[in-house]
């Protein structure tokens, strides 16, 4: 982001992992960079930095909160709650926080990427690639793209007059580089390479190639491809190479800015979940229009092991991520409380039938990539983003009706199931709603061995319908009647009252949780 402000920084990461506690300078002061304290080295002059506390405890900061502001500096940034946010307001600078447990080193690099790696104008961070490939085109003389480790092409040049194949038309029309055996073996020999290799045409038409990989450290981050004429320059293998070292910076700054707009967004759908967000704000930065949406919620299932749940979650939000992106384009989702949570365009569905076959698609993903089971539930359909929080809380009580007989559904397919859910947390909640004569039916049960609670609820359940009662009793209709008047003679309720036999069919139902059926 150019000229970085202090408001810049919070929109970017604000909220559970960065907490503002006082700015008196205001969010407009700049943000030049992240620094690390060090408690054996003089504090440089620093205008606009970020001091981090390392070795500081939080309540014991106030000394640093004053050197960083004689400092020049626009904040002081501790680990944990109890800051010295007095003493930072007397001396002018901005307090901030991290989570107690966060490392150091990752509140740094967060920090300094939100600082100096903002989103491009184009909104994905590989404006610059563009322009890298022009220049490789011409110093080399060929025409050139830019590629991820998946072969997906990340830019091209377009030089005029420089000689191009069908290869190279067809990669740029679908940005993604036509697959073939013999194109997979180049590729193995690209990245097994050094340095800069040359690939011969593959099939007639076609034309050679130099190719070189793009690496920062050990890890590969792409490659860059040149068509090769016939006319490179003399220098063209030191030109690509000096390319793909340029390449390799362009597309750590660019991963970096995806990750925080990412993250960004992220922070955006968890305020839209949580009624906490602007919509209208939060629709034009998520590059959401009017419309119906619906929230789909994602679980891992109570088999996975709990030291390894974390983790297995953050790879149910890349894989839930890239199933929404693969139907939906630029997708948001974001993991919450062990739930991955994606906001889902319902403009044009009909029933529900392309949410569901979504859900059931990334269950039967996860199950094979993750070997652990997964839950899927989908929230009603509302009529825009200021209901999102209702969607979400559908989602919710789904998810914890759902099991193994049934994975996926939609919280019209489980209607009862979660108004019985509901009516037992609401009734249980309120000592006027949990008590009356349920536990008298219950408590003579277990003194005397009768079974007139289960007889009571056959008989609800039946419509109070003697025959149909004794059906799911699997009794003779004479013995449930005569349970039903021993009921009313022993334990004192009456049954020719209609709203008693409402409330007692609910209670016996929700919170002595008892169904009609004859195998019980």
Same mark, same amino acid.
């Given at each position: 982001?150019?000229?970085?402000?202090?408001?810049?920084?919070?929109?970017?990461?604000?909220?559970?992992?960065?907490? !503002?506690?006082?700015?008196?300078?205001?969010?407009?002061?700049?943000?030049?960079?992240? &620094?690390?304290?060090?408690?054996?080295?003089?504090?440089?002059?620093?205008?606009?930095?970020?001091?981090?506390?390392?070795?500081?405890?939080?309540?014991?900061?106030?000394?640093?909160?004053?050197?960083?502001?004689?400092?020049?500096?626009?904040?002081?940034?501790?680990?944990?709650?109890?800051?010295?946010?007095?003493?930072?307001?007397?001396?002018?600078?901005?307090?901030?926080?991290?989570?107690?447990?966060?490392?150091?080193?990752?509140?740094?690099?967060?920090?300094?990427?939100?600082?100096?790696?903002?989103?491009?104008?184009?909104?994905?961070?590989?404006?610059?690639?563009?322009?890298?490939?022009?220049?490789?085109?011409?110093?080399?003389?060929?025409?050139?793209?830019?590629?991820?480790?998946?072969?997906?092409?990340?830019?091209?040049?377009?030089?005029?007059?420089?000689?191009?194949?069908?290869?190279?038309?067809?990669?740029?029309?679908?940005?993604?580089?036509?697959?073939?055996?013999?194109?997979?073996?180049?590729?193995?020999?690209?990245?097994?390479?050094?340095?800069?290799?040359?690939?011969?045409?593959?099939?007639?038409?076609?034309?050679?190639?130099?190719?070189?990989?793009?690496?920062?450290?050990?890890?590969?981050?792409?490659?860059?491809?040149?068509?090769?004429?016939?006319?490179?320059?003399?220098?063209?293998?030191?030109?690509?190479?000096?390319?793909?070292?340029?390449?390799?910076?362009?597309?750590?700054?660019?991963?970096?800015?995806?990750?925080?707009?990412?993250?960004?967004?992220?922070?955006? &759908?968890?305020?839209?979940?949580?009624?906490?967000?602007?919509?209208? =704000?939060?629709?034009?930065?998520?590059?959401?229009?009017?419309?119906?949406?619906?929230?789909?919620?994602?679980?891992?299932?109570?088999?996975?092991?709990?030291?390894?749940?974390?983790?297995?979650?953050?790879?149910?939000?890349?894989?839930?991520?890239?199933?929404?992106?693969?139907?939906?384009?630029?997708?948001?989702?974001?993991?919450?409380?062990?739930?991955?949570?994606?906001?889902?365009?319902?403009?044009?569905?009909? *029933? *529900?039938?392309?949410?569901?076959?979504?859900?059931?698609?990334?269950?039967?993903?996860?199950?094979?990539?993750?070997?652990?089971?997964?839950?899927?539930?989908?929230?009603?359909?509302?009529?825009?983003?200021?209901?999102?929080?209702?969607?979400?809380?559908?989602?919710?009580?789904?998810?914890?009706?759902?099991?193994?007989?049934?994975?996926?559904?939609?919280?019209?397919?489980?209607?009862?199931?979660? =108004?019985?859910?509901? &009516?037992?947390?609401?009734?249980?909640?309120?000592?006027?709603?949990?008590?009356?004569?349920?536990?008298?039916?219950?408590?003579?049960?277990?003194?005397?061995?009768?079974?007139?609670?289960?007889?009571?609820?056959?008989?609800?359940?039946?419509?109070?319908?003697?025959?149909?009662?004794?059906?799911?009793?699997?009794?003779?209709?004479? =013995?449930?009647?005569?349970? !039903?008047?021993?009921?009313?003679?022993?334990?004192?309720?009456?049954?020719?009252?209609?709203?008693?036999?409402?409330?007692?069919?609910?209670?016996?139902? =929700? !919170?002595?949780?008892?169904?009609?059926?004859?195998?019980?």
């Amino acid at each position: 982001m150019d000229a970085c402000t202090l408001g810049d920084l919070l929109d970017v990461i604000g909220g559970p992992s960065v907490r !503002l506690h006082t700015a008196p300078a205001g969010l407009t002061s700049p943000v030049t960079e992240a &620094l690390l304290y060090d408690a054996h080295a003089p504090l440089p002059s620093a205008p606009g930095a970020l001091l981090l506390a390392v070795g500081v405890r939080a309540a014991a900061a106030g000394p640093l909160a004053r050197a960083a502001a004689e400092a020049g500096m626009t904040g002081l940034v501790v680990r944990g709650p109890g800051g010295p946010v007095a003493e930072a307001e007397a001396a002018g600078v901005a307090l901030l926080s991290v989570d107690e447990d966060a490392a150091w080193h990752h509140a740094h690099l967060l920090l300094a990427s939100a600082i100096g790696a903002g989103p491009s104008p184009a909104g994905n961070g590989l404006g610059d690639l563009f322009a890298l490939a022009d220049a490789v085109a011409t110093a080399v003389g060929g025409a050139t793209a830019v590629e991820d480790p998946r072969q997906r092409i990340l830019a091209y040049s377009t030089i005029p007059g420089q000689a191009v194949d069908e290869d190279r038309r067809q990669g740029i029309l679908g940005l993604q580089v036509p697959g073939s055996p013999a194109n997979s073996e180049q590729y193995r020999v690209l990245f097994a390479a050094r340095g800069v290799v040359r690939l011969p045409a593959l099939g007639e038409g076609n034309l050679p190639r130099l190719a070189v990989a793009v690496r920062a450290g050990g890890e590969t981050l792409g490659s860059l491809w040149v068509v090769d004429d016939g006319s490179p320059a003399e220098d063209a293998e030191q030109a690509l190479a000096q390319g793909a070292s340029t390449a390799a910076l362009l597309l750590l700054r660019a991963r970096a800015a995806q990750e925080l707009a990412r993250h960004q967004d992220g922070e955006l &759908l968890r305020r839209l979940l949580d009624g906490t967000a602007e919509t209208g =704000t939060a629709a034009h930065r998520l590059g959401l229009g009017e419309g119906p949406v619906r929230v789909g919620a994602f679980v891992l299932g109570s088999g996975t092991p709990a030291h390894d749940s974390e983790r297995t979650s953050l790879r149910l939000l890349d894989l839930v991520r890239l199933q929404c992106e693969v139907r939906y384009g630029r997708h948001v989702c974001v993991l919450m409380d062990g739930v991955v949570y994606a906001l889902l365009p319902a403009v044009g569905e009909r *029933g *529900g039938a392309r949410h569901r076959r979504l859900a059931e698609d990334i269950v039967a993903r996860a199950g094979q990539a993750l070997r652990v089971p997964v839950r899927a539930g989908l929230g009603e359909v509302v009529p825009g983003l200021a209901d999102v929080r209702a969607s979400r809380d559908d989602a919710d009580l789904v998810l914890r009706v759902l099991g193994p007989e049934l994975p996926v559904a939609a919280v019209d397919e489980v209607r009862p199931r979660v =108004t019985l859910l509901r &009516l037992t947390e609401l009734l249980g909640e309120r000592r006027e709603l949990s008590a009356g004569s349920w536990r008298r039916v219950l408590a003579y049960d277990t003194e005397h061995g009768t079974d007139y609670a289960r007889t009571l609820v056959c008989w609800f359940d039946a419509g109070c319908d003697m025959a149909g009662a004794a059906k799911l009793l699997a009794v003779h209709p004479n =013995t449930c009647r005569y349970r !039903l008047r021993q009921a009313q003679q022993h334990v004192g309720i009456d049954l020719d009252d209609p709203d008693e036999r409402l409330v007692l069919w609910l209670q016996l139902r =929700t !919170l002595a949780g008892l169904r009609a059926s004859a195998s019980s």
